[in-house]
C-alpha cells in the first residue's frame, strides 16, 4: 500500500469544528464574518474556533484579499480567508467524527466539495475509499458516501483507466499504480479447495480465461461492490461498461473469443457489473455452478433491462457449443468422451433454465404490476431473493423465496407451469436442450433437434477446427 494511504490518529475535532471544516471543503475560502454568519457564531467565539483549528493544524490562512462581505462599507478592507489543510490525517479525521456524531449534512457537504474532487484529481478514487472504506458498513452512510462520490466526474474521470486494457503498469500515473497489483491465478474464487479438485476432476474444468489477462485488474470494480448497489450499477453502466464492450469485441476480432462468447460477455457485464469479468473468471462465472449465471445476480434498472436478461440466457442456449468449447480449448477428446461431457451439460442447461422461467415469470409480473422498479436478483444457498434497490426489501413472499431453486431441481417441459396447473417433467432431461418459454418461437419450434449427439458432432468439427488452425500458426517469439 502506498504511504499516502496510511491513516493514523486523528486530531481532536468538535461539532463547530466539523461544521467549519464542512463549509471550507468548497476550496474557495471564507473569512471568519462568513463562517461566524454561515453557523449563527458569535464573530468572537468564532475567532477563538478558527485559531485554535489552525493551531492543530486542521486549517491555514491564505493570503489577504478585499473583503467579500456584501455588506461592508469598505470594499477594500482586507480579509483572511481559511482554507483546509491539504492533509491526510485531517480528512480522515473529519470523516470518522462526522459519521461517529451523525453529522450527515456535513458528510455529504464533504464528499460532493470542490476539496473532494481535487483529493480524486491528484490522488485517485481509492484514496478517497479507504477514507470512507471502514463506515460502509451502515447502510445510511453508505447511501450518502456512493451518490456523493459516483456522482463526481472525478470519479468518472479516473475510471477511464480501463480504456487501456491491455496496458503496461509502467505507462501509467502514480495514482492509478494500486489497480496493477498481482492478482490471484486461481480463477475459482472458492474457500473449499475440496470443492474445486472435485470440479475440477467431474468436468475437465480448464483454469485458462478466454478473455485474457487485463491490465488493470479487479480491484476497482471489486471496490464499487461495497458501495450501494444501485449507485454503483448506475455508475458502472454510465462510465466503465464501453470500456470492457471495446474490449471484448477486439479479442473477438483478434479470434481470441468467439463471437458467442463476446456476446455473452457483454451482456453479463451490464447485468450484473460488480461480480462480472474481470471480477471472476468469465468460464468461472457459467460454469460453477453450471449455468446458474443465467438467473443470478441480476441488476434491473430499466424494463430493457429484462429483455437483456432473455438475450444473456439465449446467448448461452445459441452459442452452446462454442461455449462449450471455450470451457476447454486443450482438450482434445474422442466422440464418445465429448457426447458425455454434452450430456452431463445439457441436463444441467435444462436444470438452469426451468428456474431462469420462473423467475423470468416474476421479473415480468412485479413490472407489470409495480411499474417502474429496481431489482436485485439474487441467490444465497437454496433461497431466491429479488430486492427493492430503493428500499432494500424484498418483494418475493416468503414461499416463493424458499421454493423456486428447489422447484427446477427436476427440469419440465417448456411452457410448465403457465399451460397445466402442476408442473410437466421433461421426459428425458438428458434428451435435448430445452430452450426457455420466453425465448423467439423459431428457437422453440427446432429445439428438439439440439440433442447431445447432434451438439457433440458439432463440438468435435469445432475441436478439430481449433487444433487445425493452431497448427497452422508459426510459433510465437
Known amino acids: 500500500m502506498n504511504t499516502h494511504h496510511i491513516i493514523l490518529m486523528p486530531s481532536e475535532f468538535t461539532v463547530d469544528r466539523a461544521k467549519v471544516l464542512a463549509i471550507l471543503a468548497d476550496d474557495k475560502g471564507h473569512a471568519n464574518w462568513d463562517l461566524s454568519q454561515r453557523l449563527g457564531k458569535d464573530p468572537g467565539n468564532m475567532s477563538n474556533v478558527l485559531q485554535a483549528m489552525e493551531e492543530d493544524e486542521l486549517i491555514f490562512k491564505g493570503p489577504s484579499r478585499p473583503t467579500t462581505n456584501p455588506e461592508s462599507k469598505k470594499r477594500r478592507y482586507p480579509e483572511q480567508p481559511f482554507y483546509i489543510q491539504k ?10 467524527y462526522v459519521v461517529k456524531e451523525d453529522l450527515k449534512d456535513d458528510l455529504t457537504k464533504f464528499l460532493s466539495s470542490n476539496c473532494m474532487k481535487k483529493i480524486i484529481a491528484e490522488k485517485g478514487f481509492l484514496f478517497a475509499y479507504d477514507l470512507i ?6 447502510s445510511e452512510i453508505r ?44 480463477p475459482l474464487i472458492s474457500d473449499n479447495q475440496g470443492f474445486k479438485e472435485e470440479f475440477i476432476s467431474l468436468y475437465c474444468y480448464d483454469d485458462s480465461e478466454p478473455a485474457g489477462e487485463v491490465f488493470p485488474n479487479n480491484k476497482g470494480i471489486r471496490i464499487l461492490g461495497e458501495f450501494d448497489f444501485l449507485s454503483s450499477v448506475e ?70 433491462d429484462v429483455g437483456r436478461f432473455i438475450l444473456r440466457a439465449q446467448t448461452i442456449y445459441d452459442n452452446f457449443e462454442d461455449i462449450l468449447l471455450e470451457r476447454n480449448r486443450t482438450l482434445l477428446s474422442d466422440q464418445d468422451i465429448l457426447g458425455l461431457d454434452v450430456k452431463v451439460f445439457t441436463y444441467h442447461w435444462n436444470v438452469a433454465i426451468t428456474r431462469f422461467d420462473i423467475i423470468c415469470d416474476y421479473v415480468r409480473y412485479f413490472h407489470d404490476t409495480i411499474g417502474d422498479k429496481k431489482f436485485h436478483l439474487k441467490s444465497e444457498g437454496n433461497r431466491f431473493y429479488i ?20 422447484y427446477g431441481l427436476l427440469p419440465t417441459d417448456e411452457g ?20 426457455s418459454k420466453h425465448f423467439p ?31 497452422k500458426e508459426p510459433p510465437k517469439p
Open 387 to 406: 430486492i427493492d434497490l430503493e428500499t432494500n426489501r424484498q418483494v418475493l413472499p416468503p414461499l416463493a423465496e424458499s421454493d423456486t431453486l428447489l
Open 143 to 186: 447511501c450518502i458516501v456512493s451518490k456523493a462520490l459516483l456522482s463526481l466526474p472525478e470519479t468518472a474521470k479516473y475510471y477511464e483507466i480501463y480504456n487501456f486494457l491491455g496496458g503496461r503498469p509502467d505507462q501509467v500515473e502514480d495514482k492509478f499504480k494500486e489497480l496493477f497489483e498481482p492478482t490471484s491465478h486461481d
Open 133 to 138: 472504506k471502514n463506515h460502509l458498513q451502515n
Open 87 to 96: 492533509n491526510d490525517i485531517v480528512y480522515s479525521s473529519f470523516v470518522d
Open 441 to 471: 418461437q423459431e428457437i422453440k419450434e427446432s429445439a428438439k433437434e439440439r440433442t447431445p449427439d447432434h451438439l457433440s458432432s458439432i463440438l468435435k468439427t469445432k475441436y478439430e477446427d481449433y487444433w487445425s488452425n493452431q497448427e
Open 235 to 304: 455508475f458502472y453502466r454510465e462510465n466503465v461498461f464501453i470500456f470492457f464492450k471495446q474490449y471484448y469485441r477486439r479479442l473477438e476480432e483478434e479470434a481470441e473469443i468467439s463471437s458467442g462468447f463476446r456476446k455473452f460477455m457483454e451482456y453479463d457485464s451490464y447485468l450484473s457489473p460488480l461480480t462480472s469479468y474481470p471480477v471472476n473468471n468469465s468460464l468461472y462465472l457459467i460454469f460453477i455452478p453450471p449455468f446458474q449465471r443465467i438467473y443470478d445476480d441480476v441488476f434491473f434498472l430499466t424494463e430493457q
Open 416 to 435: 410448465s407451469p403457465e399451460k397445466s396447473p402442476s408442473p410437466r417433467l421433461m421426459d428425458d432431461p438428458f434428451g435435448y436442450l430445452r430452450p
